[in-house]
């Protein structure tokens, strides 16, 4: 069934514009209503039928819709667009759209604010008029459609603004989070908290440090003074890092690494971030898409992207409800498989671990060294162990190992690399090109020429994994979209079962809770918990074959459904 498209957007007069498309993006007709009308008049547009909403940015325009329990089911981001084909290497005659440098406009964050609907408030700064927008989609669907890759790139925007609603989503509905489950693991680990001071173990734990080094004053906190100290103890390392300090047998070495995870723990997730975080046992950290160039997700604040284990024991399911959470096994291997069309990969993949199929293969050893092999190809780790390794994994599987050395090759001579879907490598820095350019210089110092094989191999490590990351991004994007669609089919609970704090769109059905590169927690009611396991399953199927086609390449997961969101 064909759907509606629908450009959102303020008129000259500060009211909101409804420009209804045709499918070849022409207006149709407009319709001017009040801000505070929005919302209803979105519902009833959503309760009519299929319909795109074509907006300036989803952070800015979507969380006052959410808000007052309105969910939209397709929407295209011109922000988020515009980045994309910007940069597209495929996108030859851009129809104007890289002049159009007003929505150059950097990842923004969701927007705040107590108001019905904040259109054009998002801290990108785009243009938020009606009549902006339609010019801006105008010439995204035409830079598209003259591309090289049509297709693959209109999936690719499709399903960053599918990603879009879906960071808004997850900010709205929160990590269901236990207040009292949190504290008890601080004060296990810390002790007690204490108005003024350090918790009583990090003091402890200091004091040991101090004592060992024969250095009461020693700061710890600060890397040079620290190093400083080290070094007069007899330690002569490079850095304080847990790995390099392991190597030293030391009294102080032991106490240091459990100062620093102690101190980590406390700074980063003490009680500090529980009371600025943590509002009616929710958990709702800022989510970015699209915030690193390869195209995964950032955070702009709660440092969703860096939750420690430990702390898994405080994500947990309202009374009814539970978690299903799922992640998948060696996601970017097998993606790396699929890209390259090495079946002899695929084949080491299907229905098993991948590094223990590496090894019945027989490129390697051990599991330990499959994995360790493939990292480096895929990062860039090529000397040391993993390089020498390296060899077997270009014999054993030649289609993987030369996408990943091609890309590293084009990186090096200053070229770009795009993901499967198109996403593009940035270009080379005038800086960059202008050490190559001194190094090739007959006259070049000796130094030049070791920083510009330096800054080359810097930029081939990066493209060579950027093929790979970024395509792993994009598959977990089409996981998202598919998913959120099959959980909004569900059947709502009764309002004796809600979840209120999940917010008014999400209270009485299942919905995502959170995301992390390959992984989801979904929070649903306990009845509804097998059929969310089974739609994640199949999302996660689907968006394979949405990506790959008919290449035999899977993806598992490793499902759990319980009342916390704690690992085995």
Same mark, same amino acid.
């Given at each position: 069934?064909?759907?509606?498209?629908?450009?959102?957007?303020?008129?000259?007069?500060?009211?909101?514009?409804l420009?209804?498309?045709?499918?070849?993006?022409?207006?149709?007709?407009?319709?001017?209503?009040?801000?505070?009308?929005?919302?209803?008049?979105?519902?009833?547009?959503? &309760?009519?039928?299929?319909?795109?909403?074509?907006?300036? =940015?989803?952070?800015?325009?979507?969380?006052?819709?959410?808000?007052?329990?309105?969910?939209?089911?397709? +929407?295209?981001?011109?922000?988020?667009?515009?980045?994309?084909?910007?940069?597209a290497?495929?996108?030859?005659?851009?129809?104007?759209?890289?002049?159009?440098?007003?929505?150059?406009? =950097?990842?923004?964050?969701?927007? #705040? &604010?107590?108001?019905?609907?904040?259109? #054009?408030?998002?801290?990108?700064?785009?243009?938020?008029?009606?009549?902006?927008?339609?010019?801006?989609?105008?010439?995204?669907?035409?830079?598209?459609?003259?591309?090289?890759?049509? &297709?693959?790139?209109r999936?690719?925007?499709?399903?960053?603004?599918?990603?879009?609603?879906?960071?808004?989503?997850?900010?709205?509905? #929160?990590?269901?989070?236990?207040?009292?489950?949190?504290?008890?693991?601080?004060?296990?680990?810390?002790?007690?908290?204490?108005?003024?001071?350090?918790?009583?173990?990090?003091?402890?734990?200091?004091?040991?440090?101090?004592?060992?080094?024969?250095?009461?004053?020693?700061?710890?906190?600060?890397?040079?003074?620290?190093?400083?100290?080290?070094?007069?103890?007899?330690?002569?390392?490079?850095?304080?890092?847990?790995?390099?300090?392991?190597?030293?047998d030391?009294?102080?070495?032991?106490?240091?690494?459990?100062?620093?995870?102690?101190?980590?723990?406390?700074?980063?997730?003490?009680?500090?971030?529980?009371?600025?975080?943590?509002?009616?046992?929710?958990?709702?950290?800022?989510?970015?898409?699209?915030?690193?160039?390869?195209?995964?997700?950032?955070?702009?604040?709660?440092?969703?992207?860096?939750i420690?284990?430990?702390?898994?024991?405080?994500?947990r399911?309202?009374?009814?409800?539970?978690?299903?959470?799922?992640d998948?096994?060696?996601?970017?291997?097998?993606?790396?498989?699929a890209?390259?069309?090495?079946?002899?990969?695929?084949?080491?993949?299907?229905?098993?671990?991948?590094?223990?199929?590496?090894v019945?293969?027989?490129?390697?050893?051990?599991?330990?060294?499959?994995?360790?092999?493939?990292? &480096?190809?895929?990062?860039? +780790?090529?000397?040391?162990?993993?390089?020498? /390794?390296?060899?077997?994994?270009?014999?054993?599987?030649?289609?993987?190992?030369?996408?990943?050395?091609?890309?590293?090759?084009?990186?090096e001579?200053?070229?770009?690399?795009?993901?499967?879907?198109?996403?593009?490598? $940035?270009?080379?820095?005038?800086?960059?090109?202008?050490l190559?350019?001194?190094?090739?210089?007959?006259?070049?110092?000796?130094?030049?020429?070791?920083?510009?094989?330096?800054?080359?191999?810097?930029?081939?490590? @990066?493209?060579?994994?950027?093929?790979?990351?970024?395509?792993?991004?994009?598959?977990?994007?089409?996981?998202?979209?598919?998913?959120?669609?099959?959980?909004?089919?569900?059947?709502e609970? =009764?309002?004796?079962?809600?979840?209120?704090?999940?917010?008014?769109?999400?209270?009485?059905?299942?919905?995502l809770?959170? @995301?992390?590169?390959?992984?989801?927690?979904?929070?649903?009611?306990?009845?509804?918990?097998?059929?969310?396991?089974?739609?994640?399953?199949?999302?996660?199927?689907?968006?394979?074959?949405?990506? @790959?086609?008919? @290449?035999?390449?899977?993806? $598992? /997961?490793?499902?759990?459904?319980?009342?916390?969101?704690?690992?085995?």
């Open positions: 069934m064909a759907s509606d498209t629908v450009v959102v957007g303020r008129t000259a007069t500060g009211r909101v514009a420009v209804s498309l045709r499918p070849d993006a022409e207006p149709l007709g407009t319709t001017e209503i009040d801000a505070d009308a929005l919302a209803d008049a979105v519902s009833a547009r959503e &309760g009519a039928g299929e319909v795109r909403w074509i907006w300036a =940015d989803t952070a800015a325009t979507y969380p006052p819709l959410l808000a007052v329990g309105v969910r939209v089911a397709r +929407a295209w981001d011109l922000r988020l667009v515009h980045v994309i084909l910007r940069q290497q495929a996108v030859a005659d851009d129809h104007g759209l890289r002049g159009a440098t007003e929505w150059d406009a =950097d990842t923004a964050a969701p927007a #705040g &604010g107590d108001t019905l609907f904040d259109l #054009g408030d998002s801290a990108s700064g785009v243009p938020d008029t009606a009549d902006a927008a339609v010019v801006e989609y105008r010439r995204q669907i035409a830079a598209i459609t003259s591309s090289e890759t049509p &297709g693959a790139l999936l690719l925007c499709a399903a960053e603004s599918a990603g879009a609603l879906v960071s808004v989503e997850l900010h709205a509905a #929160g990590v269901p989070w236990s207040r009292a489950a949190h504290e008890e693991l601080l004060e296990s680990e810390l002790g007690a908290r204490r108005g003024g001071g350090l918790p009583a173990r990090i003091e402890q734990a200091a004091a040991t440090v101090r004592t060992a080094l024969g250095d009461p004053s020693a700061s710890l906190d600060s890397q040079p003074r620290l190093l400083r100290s080290l070094h007069r103890a007899g330690l002569l390392v490079q850095s304080t890092s847990r790995w390099e300090l392991a190597e030293h030391h009294p102080a070495v032991a106490p240091l690494i459990a100062y620093k995870k102690l101190m980590r723990l406390y700074t980063a997730n003490g009680w500090a971030w529980l009371d600025e975080w943590v509002r009616d046992d929710r958990f709702r950290p800022v989510y970015v898409p699209a915030g690193v160039v390869t195209g995964r997700w950032a955070s702009s604040g709660g440092g969703a992207l860096q420690p284990r430990s702390l898994r024991t405080a994500v399911a309202d009374a009814g409800w539970t978690l299903v959470t799922a998948v096994a060696q996601l970017e291997p097998r993606v790396l498989a890209v390259s069309r090495d079946t002899a990969l695929a084949e080491a993949a299907s229905g098993r671990d991948l590094y223990a199929g590496i019945e293969r027989g490129a390697v050893a051990s599991r330990a060294e499959a994995k360790l092999a493939m990292l &480096g190809a895929m990062y860039g +780790a090529t000397t040391g162990e993993s390089g020498r /390794l390296l060899p077997r994994l270009r014999r054993t599987f030649p289609r993987a190992m030369q996408l990943v050395d091609d890309a590293a090759r084009t990186g001579d200053g070229g770009v690399v795009h993901t499967w879907l198109g996403r593009t490598s $940035p270009t080379a820095g005038e800086s960059w090109r202008e190559q350019s001194r190094a090739s210089d007959a006259a070049a110092s000796g130094v030049d020429e070791t920083r510009a094989r330096r800054s080359a191999r810097d930029r081939g490590r @990066f493209t060579r994994n950027f093929v790979v990351q970024g395509t792993a991004a994009e598959w977990a994007l089409a996981w998202l979209a598919d998913l959120r669609a099959r959980l909004a089919a569900l059947p609970v =009764d309002a004796t079962r809600a979840a209120p704090a999940s917010g008014p769109v999400f209270q009485r059905r299942p919905h809770a959170f @995301f992390l590169h390959d992984e989801i927690v979904v929070h649903t009611p306990l009845e509804h918990a097998d059929a969310v396991a089974e739609a994640v399953r199949e999302s996660a199927a689907s968006a394979g074959r949405l990506l @790959f086609g008919t @290449f035999p390449i899977d993806f $598992p /997961l490793d499902l759990r459904i319980g009342a916390t969101a704690e690992k085995g």
